[in-house]
């Protein structure tokens, strides 16, 4: 059973920074992809960024030059640091692993931005 477990959230002023964590049950290595989705109260969930096994990484719009998403192989887990956080930002923020064809989340992280 792959488990995925967040942390890392909480409440932080406009322009401050915050770093989520992501713990998985099993060797990140197994995964395809992982990412970190959040959703805001009425709206969609939505990719905020992702990173492929071998390295590569995505971005939304929204969140490019403020927000970097990296792993630890060692640790099993997957990181993103929020920088210049900006209200918007408010959401529940959730963990994410793709594996062939097979998709889990995590519980999800609470993260609010003050203005």
């Known amino acids: 059973q792959v488990q995925l477990v967040e942390s890392g959230g909480g409440l932080v002023q406009a322009g401050g920074s915050l770093r989520l964590s992501c713990a998985a049950s099993?060797?990140?290595?197994?995964?395809?992809?992982m990412g970190w989705y959040r959703q805001a109260p009425g709206k969609q969930r939505e990719l905020v960024a992702a990173?492929?096994?071998?390295?590569?990484?995505d971005y939304a719009d929204s969140v490019k030059g403020r927000f970097t998403i990296s792993r630890d192989n060692a640790m099993n887990t997957v990181y993103l640091q929020m920088d210049s956080l900006k209200p918007e930002d408010t959401a529940v923020y959730y963990c994410?692993?793709?594996?062939?064809?097979?998709?889990?989340w995590g519980q999800g992280t609470q993260v609010t931005v003050s203005s």
């Open positions: 099993i060797n990140i290595f197994s995964f395809n992809v």
């Open positions: 990173i492929a096994s071998g390295g590569g990484t």
């Open positions: 994410n692993a793709f594996i062939t064809n097979r998709s889990y």
